[in-house]
């Protein structure tokens, strides 16, 4: 029960959940489980979430795609979009944000969810004072109302549709 795996009732936290692994340092750090079921979609262990998702295989790429969850990866990198990497969620951490600001001459696309309570907007701008205070050169995706870029492709968008709103996304 110390480590997170076992509920106090005794059953696993991440029953009925696909397992990602979260790494800092080539070390795994904690994991996250996302639901296939009717759970709480998200579950993290209380522990740091580690390095920005897949980092060392992003890190070349000037130009970034930052989005909130796993299933946007998966989907975008599936659809051909190699340079994205995931925060596990809305707020960065120290970590994290440096990773980001590594190479000086990054854009950094911010995808986050357009959710109907505005939380994936207002994180956006968030970040976005934070890395243009930090010099990188960033651009917010203009996802449709109500998507993620995961339900955005599940709804029948392509990777030419997703590379159009790469290509709209402001420069701010």
């Not at 989005?67 to 990198?77: I, P, Q």
């Not at 939380?119 to 968030?126: K, N």
């Not at 998507?147 to 030419?160: E, T």
Request: charged share 20%; net charge neutral.
């Amino acid at each position: 029960m110390e480590g997170g795996l076992i509920r106090p009732q005794g059953q696993d936290a991440f029953c009925r959940r696909v397992i990602f692994p979260c790494r800092q340092q080539d070390r795994i750090v904690n994991l996250y489980g996302r639901s296939i079921g009717g759970a709480f979609p998200h579950r993290l262990l209380p522990r740091s979430k580690g390095n920005l998702f897949a980092w060392e295989s992003v890190r070349q790429f000037r130009n970034v795609i930052l989005v909130e969850g796993l299933f946007d990866l998966a989907v975008l990198w599936q659809a051909g979009f190699r340079n994205t990497t995931c925060a596990i969620g809305t707020h960065l951490t120290p970590t994290q944000l440096a990773q980001l600001c590594e190479n000086p001459d990054r854009c950094v696309y911010i995808a986050f969810d357009q959710d109907e309570n505005q939380a994936g907007q207002r994180a956006a701008d968030s970040l976005l004072q934070v890395l243009d205070k930090a010099g990188l050169m960033i651009r917010l995706v203009g996802l449709p109302a109500g998507h993620d870029p995961n339900s955005y492709f599940v709804a029948g968008a392509s990777a030419q549709d997703f590379a159009h709103l790469l290509e709209e996304a402001p420069s701010l």
